[in-house]
T-cell receptor, first 110, second 113 residues
Framework: NAGVTQTPKFQVLKTGQSMTLQCAQD?????MSWYRQDPGMGLRLIHY???????DQGEVPNGYNVSRSTTEDFPLRLLSAAPSQTSVYFC?????????FGEGSWLTVV | GEDVEQSLFLSVREGDSSVINCTYT??????LYWYKQEPGAGLQLLTY?????DMKQDQRLTVLLNKKDKHLSLRIADTQTGDSAIYFC?????????????FGKGTKLSVKP
């Protein structure tokens, strides 16, 4: 059982480039979400989804797009990367009150 | 809006008990969580408590919840060097989808041998 899998683990982007962070879960969870973690900060919610075809914004959605075409996958897209998006990104999925996090994706925008 | 506050650092000696404190603002939170993060790793769920409970014990971990004061604590008994990590307190967001959490900034626990 892989749980929540994120790829890539590390990525360096140039300002203005686009990329997609992948997230997949094999637990058949309806709920999935993306958080970012900045130095000295807790995690902040970017976007979330309560099921296939349904997405909504979290606390810090600007600069990010998401879609949820299947229950398993919840990719996070950066359309035009900015240095302010340098961060560690965590994907999560949950059932009921138990929330599982992926291992994180370290993104640097130069 | 909702906010979760934690002290940033805690240092203890191996074998002592550690107590990490957290305060939150949303009195309607249904669940409160403790996560552990080791350097370069993801978040590991340690334990959680439902808001109608006062205490929850799980092996070396004891969670105390004072709902009146909106205060949550995590006690780690017989702290070991392997417990050195950052500990995050988080509350579920009222009215939001289950799984939307507000996190504190984390408490860095250092365990001295």
């Amino acid at each position: 059982n892989a749980g929540v899998t994120q790829t890539p683990k590390f990525q360096v982007l140039k300002t203005g480039q686009s990329m997609t962070l992948q997230c997949a879960q094999d637990m058949n969870h309806e709920y999935m979400s993306w958080y970012r973690q900045d130095p000295g900060m807790g995690l902040r919610l970017i976007h979330y989804s309560v099921g296939a075809g349904i997405t909504d914004q979290g606390e810090v959605p600007n600069g990010y797009n998401v879609s949820r075409s299947t229950t398993e996958d919840f990719p996070l897209r950066l359309l035009s990367a900015a240095p302010s998006q340098t961060s560690v990104y965590f994907c999560a999925s949950s059932t009921g009150n138990t929330i599982y996090f992926g291992e994180g994706s370290w993104l640097t925008v130069v | 809006g909702e906010d979760v506050e934690q002290s940033l650092f805690l240092s203890v000696r191996e074998g002592d008990s550690s107590v990490i404190n957290c305060t939150y603002t949303d009195s309607s939170s249904t669940y409160l969580y403790w996560y552990k993060q080791e350097p370069g790793a993801g978040l590991q769920l340690l334990t959680y408590i439902f808001s109608n409970m006062d205490m929850k014990q799980d092996q070396r971990l004891t969670v105390l919840l004072n709902k009146k004061d909106k205060h949550l604590s995590l006690r780690i008994a017989d702290t070991q060097t392997g417990d050195s990590a950052i500990y995050f307190c988080a509350e579920s967001i009222t009215g939001g989808s289950q799984g939307n959490l507000i996190f504190g900034k984390g408490t860095k626990l250092s365990v001295k041998p």
